[in-house]
């Protein structure tokens, strides 16, 4: 499982997949999230704008990404 770490207490759903190379742009991102292709802790999420914080795990494509501060 790879990590990304954030600055703030928070980032956006959309962000933090960019951030972690899973898609290479926002509108990517959007499309991905409300065809229901990324899970947050196990659930599937539609919401690009949904919070993720420390300690969260996005699930893509068959990759796990843990959020750390």
Sequence with gaps: ???IKI???HIKLGQA???AGLVDSGVD???EIQEGF???NGEVEVQRGKKIY???VI???GQQVKVEN
């Design 38 to 40: 990324v899970k947050v």
């Design 7 to 9: 600055k703030d207490d």
């Design 1 to 3: 499982m790879e990590t």
């Design 17 to 19: 997949l960019k951030l």
């Design 54 to 56: 420390p300690g969260d």
């Design 59 to 61: 699930e893509f494509d």
């Design 29 to 31: 991102a959007k499309l």
